[in-house]
């Protein structure tokens, strides 16, 4: 078997830690909070809201995993729903609320650590061709370990 790559360990180690507050019960209930319901609607709204108030296409070729039907039904048409700075705001507070009971028992210290690497790998990421990557990269950093944690992790 062929030697994993950087990239793809770097993967293995994000990814939880985005999918989770990606498909969280809190995440949803924070779009839900902010006046936008369903999931599909939330989970576009949130992923694209870096990208600003696009349309299907751009978000069909940066996600380039979903049915372009199926973009088209939520895009541009959320944007009517929630605006992307709203989106952001929402994902963010599902992001913390989701990770909060997973890092409350971690030693203060040992979660400085963590969030100063995490952020110091996330700054580090080649973006060409990666567009939801350089998004995300030129949204503010979070002040808190589990804001850091997610935009980390979602870079």
Not at 91 to 102: F, K, Q, S, V
């Amino acid at each position: 078997m062929a030697e994993e790559t950087v990239a793809r360990r770097m993967w293995r180690l994000f990814e939880p830690v985005y999918a989770l507050t990606s498909l969280a019960p809190a995440s949803l209930a924070a779009f839900q909070d902010a006046g936008l319901r369903g999931f599909w609607r939330a989970y576009f709204a949130g992923r694209a809201a870096p990208l600003g108030p696009v349309g299907a296409a751009p978000v069909i070729g940066a996600f380039f995993n979903f049915a372009p039907t199926m973009v088209a039904r939520a895009l541009p048409g959320v944007w009517t729903r929630i605006s992307p700075d709203a989106a952001l705001t929402a994902r963010l507070a599902g992001a913390r609320t989701a990770l909060a009971p997973l890092l409350a028992p971690t030693d203060p210290d040992e979660l400085a650590d963590l969030t100063a690497l995490m952020r110091a790998a996330a700054e580090q990421v080649t973006v060409a061709g990666r567009v939801l990557a350089a998004a995300n990269t030129a949204l503010p950093w979070p002040d808190d370990s589990a804001g850091v944690l997610w935009q980390a992790a979602n870079i």
